[in-house]
């Protein structure tokens, strides 16, 4: 059983950044190692979106088209059970709550077009002001 906690959100001004975290706990780092890792965002009012994500098995990264160039996802080399979505220029838009998730089982681009991740986070707060 996977547990997964979020951190870095905030209030930031509109271009700013943050880098958000995403530690993952209760299974072995192998297995996080070759997880699919998932951050999706809810905006009020909105469903939930795929932002970005590492696919399971040979770890490629995925990107929403909004976010291209803006965020990067990475993972920690040492640990492999910490996950992080660096975001620079932020606009308004952005603003959400953004939750990490976690499937050992999508592969490829479904990890972001997917949402049926098994485990998820229980969110970090970005609210960007323009």
């Known amino acids: 059983q996977a547990q997964l906690g979020e951190s870095g959100g905030g209030l930031v001004q509109a271009g700013g950044s943050l880098n958000l975290s995403c530690a993952a706990s209760?299974?072995?780092?192998?297995?996080?190692?070759?997880?699919?890792i998932g951050w999706v965002r809810q905006a009020p009012g909105k469903e939930r979106v795929g932002v970005s994500c590492?696919?399971?098995?040979?770890?490629?990264?995925?990107y929403a088209d909004s976010v291209k160039g803006r965020f990067t996802i990475s993972r920690d080399g040492d640990k492999n059970s910490t996950v992080y979505l660096q975001m620079n220029n932020l606009n308004a838009e952005d603003t959400a709550v953004y939750y990490c998730?976690?499937?050992?089982?999508?592969?490829?681009?479904?990890?972001?077009?997917?949402?049926?991740?098994?485990?998820w986070g229980q969110g970090t707060q970005v609210t960007v002001s323009s």
């Open positions: 998730a976690l499937d050992r089982g999508l592969y490829g681009s479904t990890c972001l077009r997917n949402l049926r991740y098994d485990y």
């Open positions: 209760g299974s072995s780092s192998r297995t996080f190692s070759v997880s699919a």
């Open positions: 590492i696919s399971a098995g040979p770890g490629s990264t995925y």
